[in-house]
């Protein structure tokens, strides 16, 4: 087990007031890194130990968030596998990152899509959308196409309502998550003055 307390012990969120972020009254300041793999690599025996050697270097390092993927679409070993459709092995091994990362006492922000084509992303999103008849062509199409749009809230709907198999804790009231990413770097190329992405 790794120096840090376990979040489980705290059970509580980190909080914002003005630009100061506190957890139990105290000022909390992010210490953290970027893990993106951190999923993929939980999932196979073979693999696993990677993300329990990282968790307990980064708490024995007083590291305090980890930024990582909780999407995976329609690739090797996707969590999502079509739209709604999941993988329940790869959300396993995402509740065990979660899991691990409140045992190290880790919180963990989480990325609900990418913008590139890794992993899926926003093109994998418009695929689904022209295969049900929808009038997509560029990746960019996320952005404004309704399909893509539902598709979008129903896996955060998924996600933020999953039940951790190993905590028993819904992702939504689970404090370990410290803040979740609407997509990896963002971008529309159609649309270079941003306001498209604030819609």
């Known amino acids: 087990m790794a120096a840090a307390a376990s979040i489980a012990a705290t059970a509580s969120f980190v909080q914002r007031s003005g630009q100061q972020l506190f957890l139990d009254g105290a000022p909390f300041y992010v210490n953290g890194w970027n893990s993106y793999w951190l999923m993929v ?4 025996d073979s693999t696993r130990p990677r993300m329990f050697a990282v968790m307990m270097a980064a708490a024995a390092l007083g590291l305090t968030v980890c930024r990582t993927w909780a999407f995976n679409d329609a690739t090797y070993q996707a969590l999502q596998i079509s739209p709604g459709n999941y993988d329940e092995n790869v ?3 995402l509740d065990q990152v979660i899991a691990v990362a409140q045992q190290n006492g880790v919180r963990l922000l ?3 899509v990418n ?9 994998q999103y418009v695929a689904w959308a022209r295969r049900a ?11 404004t196409n309704p399909t893509c749009h539902q598709y979008y809230k129903d896996h955060v709907t998924a996600v933020l309502t999953r039940v951790n198999t190993f905590t028993q804790v819904q992702y939504c009231n689970d404090p370990t998550i410290f803040a979740w990413e609407l997509m990896n770097e963002p971008e529309c190329q159609a649309d270079p003055s941003g306001d498209t992405l604030q819609v």
């Open 41 to 44: 690599q939980s999932i196979e």
């Open 115 to 123: 913008n590139w084509e890794d992993y899926g992303g926003k093109a």
């Open 91 to 93: 959300f396993q091994a």
């Open 133 to 143: 008849g929808q009038d997509v062509s560029s990746a960019d199409d996320f952005f």
């Open 110 to 112: 989480l990325s609900l």
